[in-house]
């Protein structure tokens, strides 16, 4: 009894220091991960003089100040009043939550339907079969976007798409459809086909079949797929820069542009990419197990 | 409840046929098993019956009526698959309920059909389930129950117990007879499992390689198998098979390739020097006879005694009721029940008496 007694003593020291390494260093990880986050939004208090210093903690480094929050009309004192920079910002950030939402939704509805093609009928395109047209799809992004800057300014002027919403809505689908594709036929491909084939005896067409059976097994993998492209879009910099202006802009070219001819602006840079980045935490928080869940194959079984 | 039958159905895949014009007839309230090794067309068949496999030529009639063109909605069929293939997002009641929603049942009724098909198989404790939840065995019975509240005209079996342990697989086996016996359904079973087959069917289809190599009942099939393939298929220890020439006369002999002589009751006409095959069951030797084997193992398991033996070159089993206590080495003198000896052409392999 004794004996073993001790020997459980043993395990449990070893297993608690084995726990203390291992979270230490986790947490050691998540410091890493999480300081330019802390970083932004302790910058977004600071003015110049902390910013050039590399003050880091509040109240010890640097008293907090509401500036940069403040030039872009969001601080206590200015929140009531009229502020045109908070008009701009609220114009941009409604911009990419539009542009980012509605491309993601309409990538997963046009991807899941081509991934499910995809997984379950045989397509003969020329010499091309299934798994070639996969990778065709694939090899979209290996294309660098720059070269397609000048057709696409040329046609979106040509269509009269420049600086609106629905030409950024458009290009932003077609640059993540490639992933909704990939993610959404590994997800379909984890689906027995006889689950449709037993859908069909029980009296389903092929549609619904695939509307009432396969779409709901397979909606984690599409919240993951969504998640990850409203992500993509959402930082989106290069063909919002290119092909908005006025009207059309979104955040991550306004938070570029406060590299102004006076220098740049850190703390308001700071306030605009707290709240640029504030859904995608959000996001990060609440739907992660999505994420992981969709993207986890044979999840579904 | 319907029969159904296929006549000359073929199936191609390009220009490779895998089903070479395959006709089988099955009767109201019948229980078929469709049964060969894997990759002789029968699942590939059942599927086809289903609907879910187009036919390239040939016609299926359920219930007289051509049903060639027919999505599998519109068949009437209820199918049980390998894989049960349950939908993992609903649970056993609307598991079981998703086809009579299709079809626009008013829930009430459902609800009744349901919760009777859930009675018959044991599964009202589970209906609130869902099938992650289960065992091996209540999935397979979700899966039948889904089949029966249909009340469909057929009910089609694929491989339904090949994912269960041996011990839950000679239960289900005979639950899903038993069930048959109940509700008299058109049943089309596929197996490879010969013993599954025997044991549960009224008609045995034996296919192999895309052919129908025999039709007919269990004990048909075993005792009058009418070709090679089918005798050495059914049955288990397999029949013993001896190469050789037949000598007619007055006392009609089989003689095997290295001159060991065989009784035989009587010989086909013509068939003098014919070169055939001597085949009986390991049950169907007599201890003490004109035979004479040089015994290679002994394996008593209580209730008989089965032998490894060596005869004219080859080796058989024989099956004793007796217990036998020689030992491995020496000879065992034997003889085949002469009524129970099927003979069968070398070079076709087709029966010849």
């Given at each position: 009894m004794?004996?073993?007694?001790?020997?459980t003593?043993?395990?449990?020291?070893?297993?608690?220091?084995?726990?203390?390494?291992?979270?230490?260093?986790?947490?050691?990880?998540?410091?890493?991960?999480?300081?330019p986050?802390?970083?932004?939004?302790?910058?977004?208090?600071?003015?110049?003089?902390?910013v050039?210093?590399?003050?880091?903690?509040?109240?010890?480094d640097?008293?907090?100040?509401?500036?940069?929050?403040?030039?872009?009309?969001?601080?206590?004192?200015?929140?009531?009043?009229?502020s045109t920079?908070?008009?701009?910002?609220?114009?941009?950030f409604?911009?990419?939550?539009?542009?980012?939402?509605?491309a993601?939704?309409?990538?997963?509805?046009?991807?899941?339907c081509?991934?499910?093609?995809?997984?379950?009928?045989?397509y003969?395109?020329?010499?091309?079969?299934?798994?070639?047209?996969?990778?065709?799809?694939?090899?979209?992004?290996?294309?660098?976007?720059?070269?397609?800057?000048?057709?696409?300014?040329?046609?979106?002027?040509?269509?009269a798409l420049?600086?609106?919403?629905?030409?950024?809505?458009?290009?932003?689908?077609?640059?993540?459809?490639?992933?909704?594709?990939w993610?959404?036929?590994?997800?379909?491909d984890?689906?027995?086909?006889?689950?449709?084939?037993?859908a069909?005896?029980?009296?389903?067409?092929?549609?619904?079949?695939?509307?009432?059976?396969?779409?709901?097994?397979?909606?984690?993998?599409?919240?993951?797929?969504?998640?990850?492209?409203?992500?993509l879009?959402?930082?989106?910099y290069?063909?919002?820069?290119?092909l908005?202006?006025?009207?059309?802009?979104?955040?991550?070219?306004?938070?570029?542009?406060?590299?102004?001819s006076?220098?740049?602006?850190?703390?308001?840079?700071?306030?605009?990419?707290?709240?640029?980045i504030?859904?995608?935490?959000?996001?990060?928080?609440?739907l992660?197990?999505?994420?992981?869940?969709?993207?986890?194959?044979?999840?579904?079984? | 409840?319907?029969?159904?039958?296929?006549?000359?159905?073929r199936?191609?895949?390009g220009?490779?046929e895998?089903?070479?014009?395959?006709?089988?007839?099955?009767?109201?309230?019948?229980?078929?098993?469709?049964?060969?090794?894997?990759?002789c067309?029968?699942?590939?068949?059942?599927?086809?019956?289903?609907?879910?496999?187009?036919?390239t030529?040939?016609?299926i009639?359920?219930?007289s009526?051509?049903?060639?063109d027919?999505?599998p909605?519109?068949?009437?069929?209820?199918?049980?698959?390998?894989?049960?293939?349950?939908?993992?997002?609903?649970?056993?009641?609307?598991?079981m309920g998703?086809?009579?929603?299709?079809?626009?049942?008013?829930?009430?009724?459902?609800?009744?059909?349901?919760?009777?098909?859930?009675?018959?198989?044991?599964?009202?404790?589970?209906?609130?389930?869902?099938?992650?939840?289960?065992?091996?065995?209540?999935?397979?019975?979700?899966?039948?129950?889904?089949?029966?509240?249909?009340?469909p005209?057929?009910?089609?079996?694929?491989?339904?117990?090949?994912?269960l342990?041996?011990?839950?697989?000679?239960?289900?086996?005979?639950e899903?007879?038993?069930?048959?016996?109940?509700?008299?359904t058109?049943?089309?079973?596929?197996?490879?499992d010969?013993?599954?087959?025997?044991?549960m069917?009224?008609?045995?289809?034996?296919l192999?390689?895309?052919?129908?190599?025999?039709?007919?009942?269990?004990?048909?099939?075993?005792?009058?198998?009418?070709?090679?393939?089918?005798?050495?298929?059914?049955?288990?220890?397999?029949?013993?098979?001896?190469?050789?020439?037949?000598?007619p006369?007055?006392?009609?002999?089989?003689?095997?390739?290295?001159?060991?002589?065989?009784?035989?009751?009587?010989?086909?006409?013509?068939?003098d020097g014919?070169?055939a095959i001597y085949?009986?069951?390991?049950?169907?030797?007599?201890?003490?006879g004109?035979?004479?084997?040089?015994?290679?193992?002994?394996?008593?398991?209580?209730?008989?005694?089965?032998?490894?033996a060596?005869?004219?070159?080859?080796?058989?089993?024989?099956?004793?009721?007796?217990?036998?206590?020689?030992?491995?080495?020496?000879?065992?003198?034997?003889?085949?029940?002469?009524?129970?000896?099927h003979?069968?052409?070398a070079?076709?392999?087709?029966?010849l008496q």
């Open positions: 004794g004996r073993t007694g001790a020997r003593g043993g395990i449990s020291a070893r297993y608690f220091s084995s726990r203390i390494v291992i979270y230490g260093l986790l947490i050691l990880w998540a410091i890493i991960c999480l300081f986050i802390y970083w932004t939004f302790t910058t977004s208090f600071k003015v110049a003089v902390n050039t210093q590399g003050h880091l903690i509040p109240w010890v640097f008293t907090p100040d509401w500036r940069g929050w403040r030039s872009i009309g969001l601080s206590p004192d200015t929140i009531g009043e009229t920079p908070r008009e701009e910002f609220l114009k941009r409604e911009n990419s939550i539009i542009a980012s939402l509605c993601a939704a309409l990538a997963v509805v046009i991807g899941s081509a991934a499910y093609g995809l997984s379950r009928f045989n003969k395109f020329g010499p091309m079969r299934n798994k070639d047209i996969s990778f065709f799809f694939l090899s979209q992004l290996i294309l660098p976007p720059v070269v397609l800057a000048m057709p696409f300014l040329v046609l979106y002027k040509e269509l420049l600086d609106t919403r629905i030409g950024l809505i458009l290009i932003y689908t077609l640059t993540v459809l490639p992933i909704v594709i993610i959404m036929r590994d997800q379909f984890t689906i027995p086909t006889e689950l449709e084939q037993a069909l005896v029980d009296g389903c067409s092929a549609w619904s079949a695939f509307l009432r059976i396969i779409l709901p097994i397979a909606l984690p993998g599409m919240v993951a797929a969504f998640i990850l492209s409203v992500i879009c959402w930082n989106e290069f063909f919002a820069a290119l908005t202006s006025t009207s059309a802009k979104t955040l991550p070219v306004m938070v570029a542009s406060q590299t102004g006076q220098g740049i602006n850190w703390w308001s840079m700071a306030a605009l990419s707290t709240a640029a504030l859904p995608l935490i959000v996001i990060g928080i609440f992660e197990r999505y994420i992981v869940k969709g993207l986890t194959a044979g999840s579904v079984k | 409840m319907a029969s159904v039958d296929l006549v000359d159905v199936k191609a895949y220009d490779h895998v089903i070479h014009g395959v006709s089988i007839s099955i009767s109201d309230g019948q229980f078929v098993a469709l049964v060969g090794p894997s990759g067309g029968k699942s590939t068949l059942l599927r086809m019956i289903a609907g879910l496999e187009p036919i030529a040939g016609e009639r359920i219930d009526k051509v049903v060639n027919l999505e909605k519109d068949r009437d069929i209820a199918m049980v698959f390998q894989n049960y293939a349950l939908y993992p997002h609903k649970n056993v009641a609307d598991n998703f086809a009579l929603q299709m079809r626009r049942v008013p829930k009430p009724q459902i609800a009744e059909r349901v919760k009777r098909a859930a009675e018959i198989l044991g599964l009202v404790p589970y209906l609130g389930r869902y099938p992650r939840q289960l065992s091996g065995g209540q999935r397979q019975r979700v899966a039948m129950g889904r089949a029966i509240v249909r009340d005209k057929v009910f089609l079996f694929d491989e339904p117990l090949s994912n342990d041996a011990k839950l697989r000679v239960q289900m086996r005979a899903i007879k038993e069930l048959h016996q109940r509700l008299k058109t049943t089309v079973y596929v197996t490879h010969q013993v599954e087959a025997m044991t069917a009224d008609k045995i289809v034996v192999h390689d895309g052919v129908v190599e025999q039709i007919g009942s269990p004990l048909e099939l075993y005792d009058r198998p009418a070709n090679l393939f089918v005798a050495g298929f059914i049955g288990s220890p397999a029949m013993n098979m001896i190469q050789g020439i037949i000598r006369g007055a006392t009609p002999t089989f003689e095997a390739e290295d001159g060991t002589q065989l009784p035989l009751s009587g010989a086909p006409s013509n068939s014919r070169k085949g009986f069951r390991p049950e169907h030797l007599t201890l003490g004109p035979v004479k084997t040089e015994i290679a193992v002994i394996e008593p398991t209580g209730s008989e005694t089965q032998v490894v060596r005869l004219a070159g080859q080796k058989i089993v024989g099956v004793f009721r007796e217990r036998i206590s020689a030992r491995p080495g020496e000879m065992l003198a034997v003889a085949p029940n002469l009524s129970s000896v003979l069968f052409d070079t076709s392999g087709q029966r």
